[in-house]
């Protein structure tokens, strides 16, 4: 069965980082694109970055960009998102998901929840 | 990268069809034929419903439908049943290489 497992979230203080991990199992993540999405208390899904299969692409939602990091190992068949300077506004769960051309999210992880509060 | 327009809330009866509208721009939806559609029930992981405008993922009913016309794309539902009472997400792939998500419809079936 294909599965994502995310996990690392948690309650932190405004200012502090996070690093959030996407275990898969089930396939191998070497051959996939793999998507991080969030998702505030009550709000719709924020796409917020993607990496190529070898690591040497990522892409990030603009307003993100310098403060949030996607990387991955393939031996280890994980994906991490490194969530820095968190703010307020941060809070949400953050979905780990598998691309497919053009979209993602087949499947997708439970979520992590990220809460940044002081 | 400004998000997708869709509505807030849509409603219906049981068996009728009704559709979920997403409106993007040149950027988005006008420029490529990946649009995907997501399922959500509260508390859960979204779902993958369409991709590619009018793909089903294997296990996806027959129900769901997808379609696009320039910068607006469309989901419906016929024979509309208790169970698809849910959050609807689209999406689209973009001219920058990203995607981007419309703000979600939640689907009331009265």
């Known amino acids: 069965e294909v599965q994502l497992v995310e996990s690392g979230g948690g309650l932190v203080q405004p200012g502090q980082s996070l690093q959030l991990s996407c275990a898969a199992s089930?396939?191998?993540?070497?051959?996939?694109?793999m998507s991080w999405v969030r998702q505030a208390p009550g709000k719709g899904l924020e796409w917020v970055a993607n990496?190529?299969?070898?690591?040497?692409?990522?892409y990030y939602v603009d307003s993100l960009r310098g403060r949030f990091f996607i990387f991955r190992d393939n031996a280890r068949n994980s994906v991490y998102l490194q969530v820095n300077n968190l703010r307020v506004e941060d809070t949400a769960i953050y979905y780990c998901?598998?691309?497919?051309?053009?979209?993602?999210?087949?499947?997708w992880g439970q979520g992590t929840l990220v809460t940044v509060s002081s | 990268q400004s998000a997708l327009t869709q509505p807030a809330s849509v409603s219906g009866t049981p068996g009728q069809w009704i559709t979920i509208s997403c409106t993007g721009t040149?950027?988005?939806?006008?420029?490529?034929?990946?649009v995907s559609w997501y399922q959500q029930y509260p508390g859960k992981a979204p779902k993958l419903l369409i991709y590619?405008?009018?793909q089903r993922p294997s296990g996806v009913s027959h129900r769901f439908s997808g379609s696009k016309s320039g910068n607006t794309a469309s989901l419906t539902i016929s024979g509309l049943q208790a169970e698809d009472e849910a959050d609807y997400h689209c999406?689209?792939?973009?001219?920058?290489?990203?995607?981007?998500f419309g703000g979600g419809t939640k689907l009331t079936v009265l």
């Open positions: 998901a598998r691309d497919r051309r053009g979209a993602t999210g087949d499947p």
């Open positions: 089930g396939f191998s993540l070497s051959t996939y694109w």
């Open positions: 990496i190529k299969p070898d690591g040497a692409e990522t």
């Open positions: 040149s950027s988005n939806i006008g420029a490529f034929n990946f």
């Open positions: 590619d405008v009018t």
């Open positions: 999406s689209s792939y973009t001219t920058s290489s990203t995607l981007v």
